[in-house]
């Protein structure tokens, strides 16, 4: 499967993105699909992750309660809604697949295996 992030971009403190993510190729449903960020000299961690269908989802402590992860399986689009960002929301977003519709929903990046190229997403402080 092949996956397109976008929707980053520059923001002030305080305000609010949406990323999207396309998915093609295999069948969308077939995954349990994550979002992680990378911020500069760190490395990458876990933000968000939602079950194949929908009804199960997990956050990173860090967002949770501003951020909110959906997908839309009728047309492949895995999307993460982000608000009252802050300056350390700062990183490239990366969306993944998790093949292995385990639950509780993986954090372990190993456990994803296809990528999308990342969105950069930048908050000024």
């Known amino acids: 499967v092949q996956l397109q992030a976008s929707g980053g971009g520059l923001v002030q403190a305080g305000g609010s993105l949406r990323l999207s993510c396309t998915a093609s190729g295999r069948s969308f449903t077939l995954y349990n699909m994550g979002w992680f960020r990378q911020a500069p000299g760190k490395e990458r961690e876990f933000v968000a992750a939602?079950?194949?269908?929908?009804?199960?989802?997990s956050y990173a402590d860090a967002v949770k309660g501003r951020f909110t992860i959906s997908r839309n399986n009728g047309i492949s689009v895995l999307n993460l809604q982000m608000t009252s960002l802050k300056f350390e929301d700062t990183a490239v977003y990366y969306c993944a697949t998790d093949p292995s519709r385990t639950t509780p929903l993986a954090r372990d990046a190993g456990a994803y295996v296809f990528w999308g190229q990342g969105t950069l997403v930048t908050v000024s402080a």
């Open positions: 939602i079950s194949r269908g929908g009804g199960t989802k």
